[in-house]
């Protein structure tokens, strides 16, 4: 039976303790000030990443990690997990260049190792939960086709709903206009983020972080009533308080799971919500 290593990158949004106690190599995505360069939990954090945005008042870009970076983790995965073979699960290509540069890695640098490379179509805890599912169906000893299967299932059951705290952020990246933002400011307005087409887009608007907390709920709700959760994370950007905040109030709405996985955002994907984002990631019952 070939032994079949797993490989992710920071926007998969799994702790690190998770990562590891799965054997999950996390590929970091790259962060730029200008010429400054910097790898998403080894030199910049989200307490760095906005002390420095809110200092500048202008975003950083977002890259992906290099061919290069990629056939590095490769080859540790290979050597650390003596394995014969090894699927990466990319953040959704439609928010990120890191699936083709996945691929250059495994057709170009690395053509005599067996390496699958997959673009989940979709981004944080639900490509978290994909890399998960694919450890625990390769340790029954599942087939590469049967493990993409696996996790292709996994994505179609994954859900997110989140709360923006400010289109601050979104102000500064040019997505919405400055006067906008001021008035959604004025109005106490809290957009709610979702993933749609592999992209984290805006679903609604919600005055008040309560209604846009109840709305988010509701939301989850909705999905429950079809299938029982049977994953769920709390997600947040730098604010783990309202996030603990967020998790009671969803224990006393709805059937959770016993264990609620508390992540944050890393800079790769907070960087398009801003600081203050809750939110939650679940995935249902077949």
């Known amino acids: ?11 998969s949004s799994l702790p690190e303790s998770v990562a590891s106690r799965y054997g999950i190599l996390q590929v970091p995505i790259s962060i730029h000030f ?6 998403t939990d080894l030199t910049i954090n989200n307490k760095t990443l906005f002390e420095r945005i809110d200092k500048e008042s202008k975003l950083p870009t977002t890259a992906a990690p290099t061919p290069g ?12 997990d003596h394995s014969d073979e090894l699927i990466c699960f990319c953040i959704s290509s439609a928010m990120s260049a890191t699936y083709e540069a996945a691929q250059i890695a495994a057709r170009d640098i690395l053509p005599d190792r067996k390496i699958t490379v997959m673009d989940t179509k979709t981004l944080s805890v639900a ?28 994505r179609d059951r994954s859900h997110i709903y989140g709360a923006l705290a400010t289109l601050k952020y979104l102000s500064m990246s040019g997505r919405v206009s400055h006067i906008a933002a001021g008035m959604a400011g004025m109005l106490n307005i809290k957009p709610i983020l979702s993933v749609q087409n592999g992209k984290l887009d805006m679903l609604e608007k919600v005055r008040t972080k309560k209604k846009a907390w109840e709305r988010v709920i509701y939301l989850t709700k909705a999905d429950a ?5 049977e994953k769920m994370a709390v997600l947040h950007v730098a604010a783990l308080d309202e996030a603990r905040e967020f998790e ?7 059937e959770c799971p016993d264990e609620i996985l508390m992540a944050e955002l ?3 994907l907070s960087v ?8 939650v990631g679940f995935v249902t019952e077949k």
């Open 1 to 11: 039976m070939p032994k079949i290593s797993i490989v992710t990158d920071t926007d």
């Open 127 to 154: 490509q978290g939960y994909m890399a998960i599912a694919a450890v625990e169906a390769a340790a029954k000893g599942a087939s590469v086709a049967e493990i993409i299967e696996i996790a292709i299932s996994v």
């Open 248 to 254: 009671t109030l969803l224990r006393a709405n709805l």
């Open 69 to 80: 970076n990629f056939a590095d983790a490769f080859r540790i995965a290979f050597e650390q």
């Open 272 to 279: 398009h919500t801003g600081a203050g984002l809750v939110a």
């Open 266 to 268: 890393r800079p790769g």
């Open 34 to 39: 200008g010429e400054e360069s910097f790898e």
């Open 225 to 229: 009533l079809k299938s029982r959760i």
